[in-house]
């Protein structure tokens, strides 16, 4: 049974930072996963923030929204199954629930593979229950 746990959230001043992490359990040795943070502010259609295509953040594509490129940094090690988005300059429209989603077939990660969120974000398998951040003006 795959899980995915959340920690990092909370309350920052505007200009401030926050590292979340997202530590996968139950995994198929057998299989790649890919890894990513989706966000969803009040009132708001989620949106995905940062995905990797599973392939490492060293040697495969990260996908990162517009509104994030430059401020947010993912890393994934695969070795203990942890993503991190490590959030920097953080704006308040930078509030919201943050989740983890994680996935294993090529429908689903592939896309990711151009560097680009797709317009229509697949359906990832796998959910935390999310952590919620907050930036104060």
């Known amino acids: 049974q795959v899980q995915l746990v959340e920690s990092g959230g909370g309350s920052v001043q505007a200009g401030g930072s926050l590292r979340l992490s997202c530590t996968a359990s139950?995994?198929?040795?057998?299989?790649?996963?890919?890894m990513g943070w989706f966000r969803q502010a009040p009132g708001k259609e989620r949106e995905g923030v940062a995905v990797?295509?599973?392939?490492?953040?060293?040697?495969?594509?990260?996908a990162y929204a517009e509104s994030v490129k430059g401020r947010f940094t993912l890393s994934i090690d695969k070795a203990k199954n942890i993503a991190y988005l490590q959030m920097n300059s953080l704006k308040p429209e930078d509030t919201g629930m943050y989740f983890c989603?994680?996935?294993?077939?090529?429908?689903?990660?592939?896309?990711?593979?151009?560097?680009?969120?797709?317009?229509?974000?697949?359906?990832?398998?796998?959910w935390g229950q999310g952590t919620q951040v907050t930036v104060l003006l």
């Open positions: 989603a994680a996935d294993w077939t090529d429908e689903v990660c592939l896309p990711y593979a151009s560097f680009k969120m797709p317009q229509e974000p697949p359906q990832f398998e796998y």
């Open positions: 990797n295509d599973g392939h490492g953040t060293v040697h495969g594509a990260t």
């Open positions: 139950g995994f198929a040795s057998d299989l790649n996963y890919c």
